[in-house]
T-cell receptor, first 115, second 116 residues
C-alpha cells in the first residue's frame, strides 16, 4: 500500500491567498484526521471524519479553515484567506474502524509558509 | 478532557546505552490506548509502540519497551541499545477506547539526541 498521500509537500503563498491541502487516505480506512504542528502549540487535531462525515471540528481555529471529504479516498483542507500565523506543518492521518488499536497512519505532511 | 504531559523537552543518550522517556496523562476513562510516535527530521510520524490500558503486561517491540503504570497514569518509553537512527522527536499520545471519540491527544514531544 502507498500509505497516506498528501500534496503538495511544500507550499509557499502570500498572505490573503487561498490555500488547499490534499489528502488521500489508505485504501479501506474510514477515519481521516487533519493535524497541525507548530513549535509553539505542538500537534493539534483540527478535524476528523468517520465514513466521510465530520465528527469533531472543534480544533478548527476559525472560519477561515474548512475541510471536506467528498468520498472515501479524498479530503481537502482549505484556508481562505491565509495569514502568516497559519504557517505550520499540516498532517493527514487515517485509521480503520474497527482496527487493531485504531492506530493512525500519518502522511508525510505539508509544510505551509505564508509570507 | 484528556491531557498528555511530557515534561522533559530534551534528552541525550550515548550510543548503545539505554534511555527512558517519560510521559504522564490525565483521564477519567478506564479503557483507552496509549502510543509512542517517533518523528525523525524527515517529519514522518512513525508509530513505535502501543499499549492497551486493559492489558497489565507492558508492550515490547524489539529494543523499545514501555513501563505502563495505570494507577499512576504514567507511560514511559525505554529504548535499549540506542542507535544513531533513534535520534528524533518522540511523542506520547492518548486515545479513548473504541466506540468513543477516536482522536489522538499528543504530548508536546521530547527531542532525543544520540551521541556517537
Amino acid at each position: 500500500d502507498a500509505g497516506v498521500i498528501q500534496s503538495p509537500r511544500h507550499e509557499v503563498t502570500e498572505m490573503g491567498q487561498e490555500v488547499t491541502l490534499r489528502c488521500k487516505p489508505i485504501s479501506g480506512h474510514n477515519s481521516l484526521f487533519w493535524y497541525r504542528q507548530t513549535m509553539m502549540r505542538g500537534l493539534e487535531l483540527l478535524i476528523y471524519f468517520n465514513n466521510n462525515v465530520p465528527i469533531d471540528d472543534s480544533g478548527m481555529p476559525e472560519d477561515r479553515f474548512s475541510a471536506k471529504m467528498p468520498n472515501a479516498s479524498f479530503s481537502t483542507l482549505k484556508i481562505q484567506p491565509s495569514e502568516p500565523r497559519d504557517s505550520a506543518v499540516y498532517f493527514c492521518a487515517s485509521s480503520s474502524v474497527p482496527g487493531i488499536s485504531y492506530e493512525q497512519y500519518f502522511g508525510p505532511g505539508t509544510r505551509l509558509t505564508v509570507t | 478532557a484528556q491531557t498528555v504531559t511530557q515534561s522533559q523537552p530534551e534528552m541525550s543518550v550515548q550510543e548503545a546505552e539505554t534511555v527512558t522517556l517519560s510521559c504522564t496523562y490525565d483521564t477519567s476513562e478506564s479503557d483507552y490506548y496509549l502510543f509512542w510516535y517517533k518523528q525523525p527530521p524527515s517529519r514522518q510520524m512513525i508509530l513505535v509502540i502501543r499499549q492497551e490500558a486493559y492489558k497489565q503486561q507492558n508492550a515490547t517491540e524489539n529494543r523499545f519497551s514501555v513501563n505502563f503504570q495505570k494507577a499512576a497514569k504514567s507511560f514511559s518509553l525505554k529504548i535499549s541499545d540506542s542507535q544513531l537512527g533513534d535520534a528524533a522527536m518522540y511523542f506520547c499520545a492518548y486515545r479513548s477506547a473504541p466506540g468513543a471519540n477516536s482522536k489522538l491527544t499528543f504530548g508536546k514531544g521530547i527531542t532525543l539526541s544520540v551521541r556517537p
